[in-house]
């Protein structure tokens, strides 16, 4: 099993990116996909969710600026970003397998799913 984010940048506050994040190895239009991102000094917090049937679910202060989705056939889930500001400013994450929208750090302790490497995102103002 194995995701792998891509996407991430350099953007100036207002701006937007694309990440994106490719799955192997799993039954991808069964899986729950979900975003995490941890910003230094911050707990790794919950982005999105994409559900297999294709549900998407967005933190509060995400709502109106991200936007999840997912794309089966080419096993691949995407989170827009738009109005970007500096404190988006933080190491995204994929991960296959929901169990807590909060974690200390990303990725957590083994035993939580299948976390990519992290690709990072910086706002400027």
């Not at 990116?17 to 729950?32: H, I, P, Q, Y």
């Not at 995407?78 to 909060?102: F, H, K, R």
């Amino acid at each position: 099993v194995q995701v792998v984010e891509s996407g991430g940048g350099s953007v100036q506050s207002g701006g937007s990116l694309r990440l994106s994040c490719t799955g192997s190895g799993f039954t991808f239009n069964k899986a729950d996909m979900g975003w995490f991102r941890q910003a230094p000094g911050n707990e790794c917090e919950l982005v999105a969710i994409v559900t297999g049937d294709g549900t998407t679910y967005l933190s509060d202060s995400m709502k109106g600026r991200f936007t999840a989705s997912q794309d089966n056939a080419n096993n691949t889930v995407y989170l827009q970003m738009n109005s970007l500001q500096p404190e988006d400013t933080a190491v995204y994450y994929c991960v296959l397998g929901i169990y807590y929208t909060n974690y200390g750090q990303c990725p957590p302790s083994k035993g939580f799913g299948y976390w990519g490497q992290g690709t990072q995102v910086t706002v400027s103002s």
